[in-house]
């Protein structure tokens, strides 16, 4: 089968397309022929060496896949032959066919293509839960999402519609970008290109900040973030996109009684009772068309390191995939 891996770390050109053997489903596995694959920046940071844990040599990336049972092992009798399917999976999601714990599976809804159901699941649940697990957002509370036309922008700024808050403000770096968030339902948008963002935010707020804040940009935006914020707020961090970690002192989150939470999704990955609840119900959002999807492009899988360019280059809007 066809695969996509790179045997060394480095920019989008280490990303190579070689012919593997096809891989076996084992006890409590079933064997996936893909339809197509969600792209994320882990996969960049994977491909850089810089992922939150370690990165073993070589390594195909990909995590999100949709497609279609071709078989199963002992004890993945659950699903047959010919079932849609859509799962996470820790690595290996760039290529023809990958095997994937049974009860790791997700049935994809009468009427859902393989696409909107692949553009969920890694980015829709970790909009959901950095919005409820993490964030305890609660009805009425102001939400401040940065990269708002992004994969996971733009489904939390309809998940914090639709878990009840009273005003969503919306970041990104164009108009065109900012005009995808409001149609979205976005309150307030701001560049945040401009020196003066922190400024828009409060304004947006009337100077008492924002309850919520979901960052992923680290460096300065993370520090400007924590000024934007009101007294109990919560600062949501779930990336380094800038590639600048920033430097925090503890003792000036008391002041105003502020929380700084970390995020990694395969942690709520361990936690069936999270997971799989938060994403049948994105599916059915999606199904009733109340959740839309966003995405931004469809590419062959021998593309791949021209996507990663396009996505790490900030030139894309909502979801990249890929199809083998």
Known sequence: MKTVLFKQYGGPDVLE????????????????????????????????GAYVVPTPLPFTPGAEIA?????????????????????????????????????SLIRIPEGLDD?????????????????????????????LVHAAAGGVGTLAVQLAKHFGAGSVIATASTEEKLSLAKELGADHLVNYTNTNWREAVMDATNGKGVDV??????GEIFHETIKCMRSFGRVVIYGVASGTPAEMYPSGLMNRNL???GFFLPQIMKKPDLFE???????????EGRLKLSVGGVYQLDEASKVHELLQGRKTTGKLILKP
């Open 17 to 48: 397309t070689a012919e593997v053997d096809r891989p076996e489903p084992q006890k409590g596995e079933v064997l996936i022929k893909v339809n197509a694959i969600g792209v994320n920046y882990a996969d960049t940071a994977r491909r850089e």
């Open 67 to 103: 497609g279609v049972v071709e078989e199963t092992g002992e004890g993945g009798e659950d699903f047959a032959r010919g079932d849609r399917v859509v799962t996470l999976v820790g690595s290996g999601g760039y290529s023809e066919y990958v095997t994937a714990p049974a009860n």
């Open 115 to 143: 696409e909107s159901a692949v553009a969920l699941p890694l980015q829709g649940l970790t909009a959901y839960h950095l919005l409820t697990t993490m964030g305890k957002l609660e009805k009425g509370e102001t939400v």
């Open 213 to 218: 804040a979901l960052e992923m940009a680290g």
């Open 259 to 261: 929380s700084v939470i």
């Open 277 to 287: 609840k938060s994403l049948e119900e994105l599916l059915l959002l999606v199904h």
